[in-house]
C-alpha cells in the first residue's frame, strides 16, 4: 500500500559527503513521523535521524554534527546530508515512515573508504 524508494548511496573516501533521498508514494493521509536508520554487518539496526510532521528531530549521538536531516512533508520526502563521513558510517541506509504504522524502504548502500 505505501511503497517508500531511496536513492543517493554510493561510495564515497572519508571525509567525504552524499546526500540520501526518500519518496513515498501510495495511500498516505498522515505521517506522523519520518526517519532513516542504518544497518551495518555484525550490528543491529540503528537510528540515524528522525524528523516528526512538527519538525522535531532526533539524532544518533555518533552522527551529531555530521548528518542533517530535512524534509518536504507535502511531496513525503526527506533528505540526509551526510558530511565528513567516517567508514563506521557504512551501512545499509533505510527510510522509514510512520502512519497507521510503519513502513520501511528496500534501503540503499553507502559504503566509506578509503
Known amino acids: 500500500q505505501v511503497q517508500l524508494v531511496e536513492s543517493g548511496g554510493g561510495l564515497v573516501q572519508p571525509g567525504g559527503s552524499l546526500t540520501l533521498s526518500c519518496a513515498a508514494s501510495?495511500?498516505?493521509?498522515?505521517?506522523?513521523?519520518m526517519g532513516w536508520y542504518r544497518q551495518a554487518p555484525g550490528k543491529q539496526r540503528e537510528l540515524v535521524a528522525q524528523?516528526?510532521?512538527?519538525?522535531?528531530?532526533n539524532y544518533a549521538d555518533s552522527v551529531k554534527g555530521r548528518f542533517a536531516i530535512s524534509r518536504e512533508f507535502a511531496k513525503n520526502t526527506i533528505y540526509l546530508q551526510m558530511n565528513n563521513l567516517k567508514p563506521e558510517d557504512t551501512a545499509v541506509y533505510v527510510c522509514k515512515i510512520s502512519v497507521s504504522g510503519d513502513y520501511w524502504g528496500q534501503g540503499t548502500q553507502v559504503t566509506v573508504s578509503s
Open positions: 501510495g495511500s498516505i493521509f498522515s505521517i506522523y513521523a
Open positions: 524528523i516528526s510532521s512538527g519538525g522535531i528531530t
